[in-house]
């Protein structure tokens, strides 16, 4: 029989058996990456295994081995009935319990062949107490049941659930009440962090471990360690770390809690401050902290305590320790370039002479970090390392020409890269260093008889024979070399995973670019919801469903910028070109395959050029996630939420906030899961509609915004809503009316003065740690690096705090309670239909004209932008006095003038205080087309220049002659066609269902099945078909946004109307002006203008003579329309000054022109058109030769759709040619 102190024992000893454990002093790691394993069925009675990656103050890689935690769940313990009387469990029968146990899973597993008994590790007594429901006369035993293999928890707990429902073990005298199994849930790696208080980024001191010698080591770092887990301590603090812990789960508060004590009242002060949205963007002028000085304050600094200890005893940023920095990382960006469509010969296909053989001929000798390996296989070359000009590698037969740039068709396609076919030409690397960006590194992999021509300067080249020897040498350089500690990548499916599958293709073994030996890398697909689940939702958000591939390399953290993009922004295509002119600002060259295969030759700079642009490719990668900040805020997301960094890269809310409530838990002795409360959600935010009351319109009379701070984190704290004190509908009868809160659904919470809540607590602790992070970075002396860590802490704060209350409520949740959140949603609407009746009876002329949620619109009749915002501000203070602690209404802005059209969609020209009022105000838009990414271009400037017009100039008619010009530019055929693409996501339909689609003929669909047919319809999918057909071996995924423009064709549907803007600009083939003005543009612009002006007036905007197009849309255009009934009859040719049609097709002016002497006028404007098109065909070309890599002496091959610079270069030859045919004709009249 084995009590809890024995347990331990055993484990201990299980991993000092061997060697000395004397260490000078605790080794100290920044947490990398952390693997968990579970023992193999063949090994009974063995712990699982936990490998910690990390890295010291001086940048080396520690492995750490534990190998004596066992994870464990709670069942209730059974009471021992002797002599007649039920009295506690004693530890004496816990062993039978043990082999009871043991054997009855057993029984259940012989079935799949397992022989063993040993499922069960120990079982020991401990005071806990459930997290569900206010319970009385705790805390209660329970049994702390530690099973040896991780996989095994949900069969022990099920077969101890069955053991205790049949009470199996009367015999024995032991008896269940209850047969609830509590946290059989939770993962072994989130067990591990939240008994540790470790987290994926966070500081770990080792007080004691064992060096393992280099020839025994499983991984590559430079050093690798065995230690006991209750040697590791974590240093830097989680999100609990300010939380007010009671002192036991059961113990029941005797100090006076009401509502408006001084701590409440102090979270109200910190809740007002907090949640203003002012910017936290980085510091120009500040630099990287000296690591030196860091590794010297931390090897000085005092023992640290750990996590669970007082916030007195931490090292904080400021003082000693700097817990709070990280670690000096390696970081590459890595680019591989490939060819496509079968351009290029691949290894596959060469000769037997190129074999693995040729690795050893790649030159020089390189050095690795720390230990390094023995004998290196690779050398940079010397070429191109001094300075000078970049040298064009271009071969003699080439014609280059800078106005070689009308082969547009050449250069597009080419056909997609395809992993079993076409071989890998380029792999692009850029090393950083953090903390001292001047050793920066820039090294490229290529092979081939033209490598020598691809010499760059200040760019370490590595030159190959062949695929094959590149690529086994790039594995060896990778990980003995370089050995990254991040890996940046943008599109994990075409780099990565594409590398992956040409080891698979080449047979050159393991693809393992991990740190542990012999472990093969793999890249999966990662898809957020699944095509099935989205199809059978009523609705769902665009952005939610989507695809993308998470490669597994252990102890390095990997970065798909791609999927960083995709979760935190709503952009249009979500290419790399994209992010580089919306983030970077700066435009950036794509280079299709076809385009590739022709620098691969030698042509248009040759080699050299091929190189530059994959540099080129991973140095975007890497400024964006500077520029996105993303290497701090994942790792203080993991520092907060207590997670691994990969898990925050790629989990969702409910782990995190999981995380979170576990660790408050364990401190106070609560257990998680249990009873839940399951269901969906019966209550909804308050809302005041502003059609349903008549109050949409246009407002000249000053709007006050009233925001309510943080109002579900408020409502947590100032009711006391909980899992912990939710009362249990029969319990409510025997407590004091006093003790309760009745929420108006009906559930009853305990007060805090009985019992304060776990969730209130953990909401308290998360804003006053973002206060903290706040105001420390409000300080002058803090640095660029310190910043950028807390700005990535306070912003995990607070989406933490704001993911408490879906937890409650999501029908994901592992831990649902509908009361709570139903409450919670139901008080909310409450405090938002009280403010509105408040503030509106503030003032004699105000009145609420929109609500919603924790928003509050007050018009302030008669009165002035400053009396509106002394109104406000008294508002939100009146009505915040009426709320109990922490919940207050805040005043945000003023809109004057102010328009609103629907729910969430509005506009007006707002100011936010008395002096922003002295300026000019600004435009403030939400939910309208103007603010849309989604929609074309075009249809944003105009919806934004006439909000612009209407509200901040305040001139209507301005802002209706604007309207009638823009349309006139689009019947004119002046829009760019970059200004019509629009974007249609694949969210119900993979890339097998298109290959479907693509197969059958057209009007055939019900052959690829009934469900595959109706997704199949939309003009981006049915684009995605016809591409499909064009390029077999193109591959789409989940979410994938599909660019198409509609064009004018016969067809009267717009999926068949639908083509790819490249194409359309291929073939000059004209957009259907009528659907973009009718069906796109219209009620957008309708919606905005029908509270300004009058029906008539907007029935002319879009029926009035600016909508007739002009003589140049006909006068000399070539014949688009091939194929089309229209073609076969020819247009009447206008006027080129009146715009009637001409009797006489071959004059340019009418009779009456003629007379009048118009011909000069007319002259004019077309020189004036002709003048303004060669300004933008220079400034094109100007812009291309700024950006692409061919310099000032190479054709120009760039097809970046997202970039406007690419249709206006090859528009404006074409609208030159019409302005000249319309010149001609008016010369040979006169």
């Known amino acids: 029989m084995k009590g809890k102190q024995a347990v331990e024992l055993e484990q201990e000893a299980r991993v000092r058996e061997v060697g000395t454990w004397a260490m000078e002093e605790p080794l100290r790691i920044m947490l990398l990456d952390a693997v968990f394993t579970d023992a193999p069925s ?14 010291n103050i001086d940048g080396e890689s520690i492995a750490v081995h534990v190998n004596d935690f066992v994870p464990y769940f709670w069942f209730p313990a059974p009471l021992c009935k002797i002599d007649g009387k039920e009295v506690p469990l004693e530890e004496a029968s816990l062993e039978t319990v043990k082999e009871h146990l043991n054997q009855k899973v057993l029984a259940n597993r012989k079935k799949t062949g397992v022989s063993s008994d040993q499922f069960v590790a120990a079982i020991t ?25 991780g996989k095994d928890i949900g069969v022990v707990a099920k077969e101890l659930t069955v053991l205790a429902e049949e009470n199996d073990m009367r015999s024995e005298g032991l008896i269940w009440k209850d047969q609830t199994s509590h946290e059989e849930g939770i993962k072994l790696g989130m067990r591990f962090f939240c008994d540790t208080a470790m987290a994926g980024g966070s500081w770990v001191e080792i007080k004691q471990a064992k060096s393992i010698p280099h020839d025994r080591q499983k991984t590559r770092c430079s050093k690798e360690l065995t230690a006991c887990w ?68 931390m090897s000085t600094s005092e023992q640290p305590s750990p996590i669970a200890s007082s916030a007195s005893s931490l090292p904080t940023i400021s003082g000693e320790g700097a817990w709070n920095l990280i670690a000096p990382l390696r970081i590459v960006s890595l680019h591989v370039q490939c060819s496509g469509g079968g351009k290029v010969l691949s290894d596959t296909n060469e000769s037997s002479s190129a074999s693995l053989a040729k690795a050893g001929r790649g030159r020089g000798r390189g050095r690795g970090r720390g230990r390094g390996k023995p004998e290196s296989v690779i050398k940079p070359s010397k070429k191109g390392r001094g300075g000078g000009e970049i040298r064009s590698g271009s071969s003699g037969n080439e014609e280059a020409s800078v106005a070689d740039i009308e082969g547009l068709g050449n250069l597009v396609g080419g056909g997609s890269a395809v992993p079993s076919r076409d071989p890998v030409l380029v792999i692009s690397h850029i090393l950083q260093f953090r903390g001292d960006r001047e050793r920066t590194r820039r090294i490229v992999f290529t092979y081939g008889k033209n490598s020598q021509q691809g010499a760059l300067a200040g760019v370490e080249l590595r030159e190959f024979d062949s695929e094959t020897a590149m690529l086994t040498a790039w594995r060896e350089f990778f990980y003995w070399e370089i050995d990254p500690d991040v890996v940046c990548v943008y599109q994990m499916k075409e780099s990565l995973r594409y590398m992956a599958e040409r080891f698979k293709v080449l047979k050159l073994g393991a693809f393992d670019i991990g740190r542990r030996k012999g472990q093969t890398t793999e890249v999966k697909s990662v898809v957020t919801y699944g095509k099935h689940w989205v199809r059978q939702q009523a609705r769902m958000s665009s952005t939610s469903n989507q695809e993308v591939f998470r490669a597994y390399v252990e102890g390095r953290l990997v970065i798909d910028m791609l999927r960083v993009v995709l979760v935190s922004f709503n952009l249009s295509t979500f290419t790399l070109g994209e992010c580089s002119q919306l983030f970077l600002g700066t435009p950036k060259e794509v280079l299709s395959t076809a385009a590739v295969s022709e620098l691969w030759q030698g042509k248009h700079g040759g080699l050299s050029r091929l190189l530059l642009y994959s540099l080129h490719e991973a140095e975007i990668a890497l400024k964006l996630m500077e520029r996105l900040q993303t290497v701090p805020e994942t790792v203080e997301m993991a520092r907060v939420t207590g997670l691994t960094l990969s898990d925050v890269l790629y989990k969702a809310q409910m782990v995190r906030v999981q995380s979170l409530l576990l660790r408050s838990a364990r401190r106070e002795g609560w257990l998680l899961g249990g009873t839940t409360l399951n269901g969906q959600l019966s209550e909804s935010p308050f809302l005041l509609h502003p059609k349903d009351n008549h109050t949409a319109g246009f407002y000249q009379d000053p709007i006050a915004v009233l925001d309510f701070a943080s109002l579900y984190p408020s409502l947590f704290m100032a009711y006391n809503l909980c899992y912990t004190t939710l009362v249990h509908p029969e319990d409510a009868k025997t407590m004091p009316a006093h003790q309760l809160t009745t929420s108006p659904t009906g559930a009853q919470f305990v007060v805090a003065s009985v019992r304060r809540g776990v969730l209130p607590r953990i909401c308290g602790a998360l804003i006053t740690a973002r206060k903290q992070a706040r105001d420390r970075m409000a300080k002058e002396n803090i640095s660029r690096e310190e910043h950028a860590v807390l700005d990535g802490r306070q912003k995990a704060l607070k989406l933490c705090s704001n993911a408490l209350y879906g937890f409650t409520g999501a029908s994901a949740s592992p831990q649902q309670a509908l009361p709570v959140a139903d409450s919670c949603l139901s008080m909310g609407a409450a405090s938002c239909k009280q403010a509105v009746q408040l503030a509106g009876s503030i003032s004699e002329n105000g009145q609420v004209i929109y609500a919603q949620t924790d928003s509050v619109f007050v018009c302030f009749k008669g009165s002035s932008v400053d009396e509106a915002i002394k109104l406000g501000t008294q508002a939100a203070e009146i009505v915040s006095q009426a709320f109990p602690s922490p919940i207050v209404l805040k005043f945000e802005r003023v809109l004057c003038p102010f328009l609103l059209l629907q729910v969430n969609r509005y506009a007006g020209k707002q100011y936010t205080s008395s002096e922003a009022n002295k300026g000019q105000g600004t435009l403030f838009v939400k939910g309208i087309e103007a603010e849309r990414r989604d929609v074309p271009r075009f249809v944003r400037q105009i919806c934004k220049q006439a909000l612009y017009d209407i509200l901040v100039e305040n001139d209507i008619t301005r802002a209706l002659e604007n309207c009638k010009n823009s349309i006139r530019r689009v019947v004119a055929g002046k829009w760019s066609l970059s200004e019509y693409i629009m974007t249609g996501g694949l969210w119900r339909v993979d890339d097998n269902d298109i290959t479907k689609l693509a197969a059958v003929t057209k009007g055939s669909h019900k052959h690829a099945g009934a469900s595959t047919a109706e997704e199949g319809r939309g003009p981006h999918v049915a684009l995605s078909v016809r591409l499909k057909r064009k390029d077999p071996d193109r591959q789409f995924h989940i979410g994938e946004r599909v660019p198409y423009v509609l064009m004018a064709n016969s067809n009267k549907l717009q999926d068949d109307m639908a083509e790819d803007p490249i194409d359309a600009l291929i073939g000059g083939i004209p957009v259907n002006t009528h659907v973009y003005l009718e069906n796109k543009l219209r009620k957008p612009l309708e919606s905005i203008l029908e509270f300004v002006t009058d029906s008539s007036t907007l029935r002319e905007l879009f029926t009035g003579s600016h909508t007739v197009p002009p003589p140049s849309a006909y006068v000399g255009a070539p014949n688009r329309t091939q194929g089309l009934v229209s073609s076969f009859f020819r247009p009447k040719s206008l006027c080129l000054y009146c715009r009637k049609p001409l009797e006489n097709r071959q004059g340019a002016l009418c009779q009456e022109c003629t007379l009048s002497g118009h011909a000069q006028k007319a002259a004019s404007t077309i020189f004036h058109d002709m003048a303004e098109q060669e300004m933008k065909l220079a400034g094109a070309y100007a812009e291309c030769m700024r950006c692409h890599s061919g310099g000032h002496f190479q054709s120009v091959l760039c097809t970046n759709s997202d970039c406007p610079v690419l249709y206006m270069r090859y528009e404006c030859p074409q609208s030159l040619a019409l302005v000249e045919s319309s010149l001609l004709k008016l010369d040979q009249q006169y």
């Open 42 to 55: 063949s090994a009974p009675a063995t712990p699982p295994s936990v490998l910690l990656y990390g890295l």
């Open 230 to 297: 209750r040697d590791l301590i974590g240093l830097t603090p989680d999100a609990t770390h300010h939380m007010e812990f009671t002192e036991s789960a059961a113990s029941v508060s005797t100090a006076t809690n009401n509502s408006e004590d001084s701590s409440t009242q102090h979270s109200r002060e910190i809740i007002l401050d907090m949640d203003d949205q002012s910017d936290t963007s980085l510091p120009d002028d500040e630099d990287l902290p000296d690591f030196t000085q860091i590794k010297t304050k």
């Open 125 to 149: 007594i401990e005071n806990r107490t459930p997290l569900m429901y206010y319970r009385r006369g705790g805390p209660f035993l329970f049994l702390k049941v530690e099973v040896w293999r």
